[in-house]
Each structure stands twice: as structure tokens, then as C-alpha cells.
């Protein structure tokens, strides 16, 4: 949570409400649990994001 939204900065309650929801997503499933949601809200995941994610998701599971 304090990656997406800094504990030393202020932000709005709506930020911090869609940043909670996002880093347990993250957390659970990784970045590709990202592109679950954004397909789920319309939104189109592209090649660069698919392949951040899997990058990503391989240097998590290198930490489990």
C-alpha cells in the first residue's frame, strides 16, 4: 500500500480507496491480477503491460 500511496505525502480518500483494493490484488495474484481488473472495467491491457507483469510476477515468485 505505502509503494502506491506514501505514508510522507497527503492524498485524498479516493486514492487511498483504490489503492488498498490494488496492492491486495497485487499481493495475491501479482501485476497479471492487474489485468484481470482492468479487462473487467473495459479497459484494454496492452503487450507492454502484459509483459511488465509477467516480468514482474517471475521476480515475486523468486521471492516465495
Keep these: 500500500i505505502w509503494n502506491l500511496v506514501p505514508k510522507s505525502k497527503f ?3 479516493t486514492r487511498l480507496s483504490v489503492a488498498v483494493p490494488s496492492a ?3 499481493f495475491n495474484e ?3 491480477g492487474m489485468s484481470n481488473v482492468m ?3 473495459g479497459m484494454s491491457v ?3 503491460f502484459a509483459k511488465f ?3 514482474a510476477g517471475n521476480r ?3 521471492c516465495w
Excluded: S
Design 11 to 13: 492524498c485524498c480518500a
Design 24 to 26: 491486495t490484488v497485487i
Design 30 to 32: 501479482g501485476q497479471l
Design 39 to 41: 479487462k473487467r472495467l
Design 46 to 48: 496492452g503487450k507492454n
Design 53 to 55: 507483469a509477467k516480468k
Design 60 to 62: 515475486r515468485d523468486e
